[in-house]
């Protein structure tokens, strides 16, 4: 079956953030980013000036895709938890949800196993914040009481937007 | 699959390029990119081989302006048009909201450019979706070339159903951006239509 579209509302946008900016000063990290499965930057915290988060979003996704496929190769259903070290900084990428991606960059201020155990704890706060989201997303669709911005456009709207 | 931020307001979706290989799909983005203002684009990223073959997926974001206050992005992907890619093609379907299908106009590329629209239809029922239910557009590719085969009979051959379609040259970028204001149109009136 497929997705339901993802809707982001303000008050869950602000969740998410409280949980990643406790997350930063916990384990000492440089930066976070949620990423959505396909690619899209959901939210960030810590020093995250001069990364291109947009390409960030996109190669985690990418990532996280091929080695969803590896491990359905060998008979795993997924890889959780993925670790990357570098000379200076590092990358520790969790799935939560199954639709949800948590990136965490961090260097020799912190280590792998205080990340590790912090991002355990945030995974399952956000895991039931983005569980709520869809569930919103779900009734929403059931009861047709969506307020998507988008019901209401025209196709002048459309228009306008490559009249350059 | 689109997403929609109310606390950034902002819509994100998700463009795919598919078609057989050399066809055109990152000389399509290439001349995107580089007609692009730069503030209304991100980093294009290309995962590709030594010899400039896709391997992955080449990525460009793309800023359209604001419809109702909301900024429209787009995402658009390559996928790597070889054969033997076929399960990281899968991979960069997953959540699409429209499909530009690029055919290569070369006479003896017919065979490749049926099966390769063969391929996307399974991968997408793959996962859930009919392609003639999708935003989903045509661009005949390499018009430029001596041996590109006649317009109606690509029609004939690959689009039956007569779904929106445009000659293109995407070395010289003649039909690129149609393609692309083509799908992007559709995949807004489709959200449109979703949402009422
Ligand atoms: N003459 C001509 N050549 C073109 C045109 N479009 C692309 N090419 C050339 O065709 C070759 C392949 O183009 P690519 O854009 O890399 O093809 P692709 O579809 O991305 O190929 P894969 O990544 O292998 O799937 C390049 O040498 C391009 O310069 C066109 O409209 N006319
Ligand atoms: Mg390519």
Redesign the interface.
């Known amino acids: 079956m497929m997705d339901t579209q993802l809707v982001m509302y303000e008050e869950d946008f602000k969740k998410i953030l409280a949980v990643i900016q406790r997350l930063v000063r916990d384990a000492n990290a440089k930066g976070i980013f949620v990423v959505d499965k396909n690619g899209q930057l959901i939210a960030e915290a810590g020093e995250v000036r001069g990364i291109d988060t947009t390409s960030l979003a996109s190669l985690t996704a990418g990532s996280i895709a091929a080695t969803g496929g590896l491990a359905k190769i060998i008979g795993e259903d997924d890889f959780p938890v993925h670790f990357h070290q570098g000379a200076r900084d590092n990358l520790h990428i969790t799935l939560v949800g199954g639709r949800i991606i948590l990136v965490v960059v961090f260097d020799d201020r912190s280590s792998l196993g205080l990340v590790r155990l912090r991002v355990k704890k945030a995974g399952t706060e956000m895991g039931k914040i983005f569980e709520d989201i869809q569930k919103k997303a779900e009734s929403e669709a059931a009861t047709g009481t969506s307020t998507s911005p988008f019901a209401e456009i025209t196709d002048d709207d459309i228009d306008n937007l490559f009249s350059e | ?8 307001r902002e ?2 979706c ?1 463009i795919v390029y598919y078609g057989p290989g050399l066809c055109g799909k990152t000389t399509n983005l290439q001349f995107i990119y580089t007609k692009t203002n730069p503030d209304l684009k ?2 294009m ?1 290309s ?1 590709a081989t030594e010899t400039e073959r896709t391997l ?2 080449d ?1 460009l ?1 793309l800023a ?2 604001q ?4 900024k ?1 992005r787009f ?1 658009l992907y390559t996928v790597p048009g070889q054969v033997f890619y076929d ?2 093609r ?3 379907l ?2 699409v909201d429209g499909v530009v299908f690029v055919a290569d106009s070369q006479i003896e590329r017919m065979e490749a450019n049926l099966e390769s629209i063969d391929n996307l239809k399974v991968n997408l029922r793959e ?3 009919e392609l003639d239910k999708i935003p989903f557009v045509i661009q005949y590719n390499k018009r430029d070339l001596p041996n590109a085969a006649p317009l109606d009979e690509l029609r004939r051959q690959l689009n039956p159903s007569g779904v929106q379609d445009f000659e293109a040259s995407a070395t010289t970028g003649e039909g690129v951006f149609e393609t692309l ?1 083509a799908v ?2 559709t995949v ?2 489709d ?2 239509r ?3």
């Not at chain 2, 699959?1 to 950034?8: A, E, K, P, V």
């Not at chain 2, 419809?67 to 909301?70: A, E, H, N, S």
Request: charged share 20%; net charge positive.
């Open positions: 699959m689109s997403f929609i931020n109310y606390s950034s819509i994100n998700k991100g980093k990223i995962l992955f997926f990525f974001p359209l302006g419809i109702r206050g909301f429209t995402h399960a990281s899968k991979l960069i997953k959540g996962q859930g979706y204001k992007a149109k807004l009136s959200l449109k979703l949402s009422r």
